[in-house]
Structure formats: structure tokens, C-alpha cells
């Protein structure tokens, strides 16, 4: 006697709402956003680094121009930081993430 398991029919994951990715159209503009407020706080660093100087100020523009050099990566590196979200649904009760052949069917 043998016993018929009905088929399961395998549907695909569905996205959780707190994993889902962020538009392309907004990241980009975030993106350009902080390089954009970055940038701004370098040239103003080289200015104020040029007032500085003038006024005599022999200690303080330096640090302005060491600013204003390190910025241009920082910046990238904010800009092109991605996003923390997770796209995997992690596993609860220590089950293997990997995928399993279900059981076979046996000819008759």
C-alpha cells in the first residue's frame, strides 16, 4: 500500500516591508545630497582657512586645510555608503538557510 503526499507548490518569498530596498530615484538624491553638504563644508573650510591666515591666526587654518583635504573622501565614502537593510529573512530556530530536496516520488 503506498500513501500519496500531495505536492507543494513552492511560492516565492515575500518581501518584508522593513527589508525592502529604497527607490533609485531617492538614493541618488540622498546620495548627491550629503556629497553636496560635504563639499560646501570643504570650500568653506578653504576660506576660512584663508581668513585665518590673514588675520594671523597661525594655529587655526592648518586644521582648516587639513579638513579641507580630508573631506573629499569622506565624502565619497558617506555618498556611497549602502544601505544597512538586510534582503534576507533571517532564520528563527537554527534551520539551514540553504535549500533541501523534498522527498521523492518512486515510480510505480
Not at 529604497?22 to 545630497?33: G, Y
Not at 569622506?74 to 539551514?96: H, I
Amino acid at each position: 500500500m503506498s500513501i500519496h503526499r500531495p505536492l507543494r507548490v513552492r511560492e516565492e518569498p515575500a518581501i518584508r516591508i522593513t527589508t525592502a530596498g529604497a527607490d533609485p530615484q531617492a538614493d541618488l538624491s540622498r546620495r548627491q545630497r550629503k556629497y553636496v553638504i560635504a563639499m560646501t563644508i570643504r570650500s568653506l573650510c578653504f576660506v576660512a582657512a584663508a581668513i585665518t591666515g590673514a588675520a594671523g591666526l597661525v594655529w587655526v587654518w592648518p586644521f582648516l586645510i587639513l579638513a579641507a583635504v580630508v573631506l573629499p573622501y569622506v565624502a565619497v565614502v558617506m555618498a556611497n555608503a549602502n544601505d544597512s537593510r538586510a534582503t534576507e529573512l533571517p532564520l528563527t530556530g537554527g534551520g539551514d538557510a540553504q535549500r533541501q530536496l523534498g522527498p521523492g516520488s518512486h515510480g510505480a
